[in-house]
């Protein structure tokens, strides 16, 4: 009979804390932590690939992958996500590379140098993905860029740099703080 109890109490105990799934457009501001936003309708797939786009010159190949269950922490408490990462490259005219990201690894609590990590899907009800870019050097760059959905060969990319302030002792003057991404909205992207 003690184990019976003792089996219930710890049933009960696992159940209180058992995970719950939210489609990804559900906000996670007021929901359980441990919570799992999930892609149930593969609403990030059409994303996912590599693509390329010429601007002012130069040539930015994008390559898109989507990670399942990726942890994150908002207002203090952690949940799971499945997210969109973006690695890219940025050449010249002359075809050297500029700046590149394909090769980083982007770990949960890791270094997020150029890292551009889905934030949210389809808010507006417009086929639009919403993403954070953390920046270059010192956070330079960092701030928002959105992909519209064309077609299943094209989006559209939007990308907002916000403002960083940049000082001698954190951020050494010798480092690049060029933001080589192509600073415009609707740029076209297409799927190699």
Same mark, same amino acid.
């Given at each position: ?9 710890? &049933? ?24 799992? +936003?999930?892609?149930?309708? %593969? ?10 786009? !010429?601007? @002012? ?5 994008? @390559?898109? %992958? ?5 942890? +994150? ?16 490259? &940025?050449?010249?005219?002359? *075809?050297?590379?500029?700046?590149? !990201?394909?090769? %980083? ?6 270094? =997020? ?8 899907? @389809?808010?507006? *009800? #417009? ?8 920046? *270059? ?17 094209? +989006?559209?990319? !939007? ?7 940049? #000082? ?5 003057? @010798? ?10 909205? #609707?740029? =076209? +992207?297409?799927?190699?």
């Amino acid at each position: 009979m003690k184990n019976i109890l003792l089996l219930s109490f710890i &049933v009960a105990i696992v159940s209180c804390k058992a995970q719950q799934t939210y489609p990804l457009s559900q906000s996670a501001v007021d929901m359980p932590e441990n919570s799992y +936003f999930k892609d149930f309708n %593969n609403e990030l797939d059409p994303y996912i690939g590599t693509w390329k786009a !010429s601007f @002012n010159g130069k040539l930015i190949t994008l @390559n898109i %992958n989507k990670e399942l269950e990726r942890t +994150f922490s908002l207002l203090g408490k952690y949940y799971l996500t499945d997210q969109l990462i973006v690695r890219y490259e &940025v050449r010249d005219s002359s *075809g050297t590379v500029i700046q590149t !990201s394909l090769s %980083n690894t982007y770990p949960a609590g890791g270094s =997020v140098k150029y890292l551009i990590i889905s934030t949210s899907i @389809n808010i507006r *009800g #417009n086929n639009e993905v919403n993403f954070a870019y953390a920046g *270059g050097n010192c956070g330079v760059g960092g701030g928002e860029i959105s992909l519209k959905q064309i077609s299943s060969t094209q +989006f559209y990319w !939007s990308y907002y740099p916000g403002v960083t302030t940049l #000082n001698d002792i954190t951020c050494p003057p @010798n480092l690049d703080y060029h933001i080589y991404l192509p600073e415009t909205e #609707n740029l =076209v +992207f297409t799927k190699q």
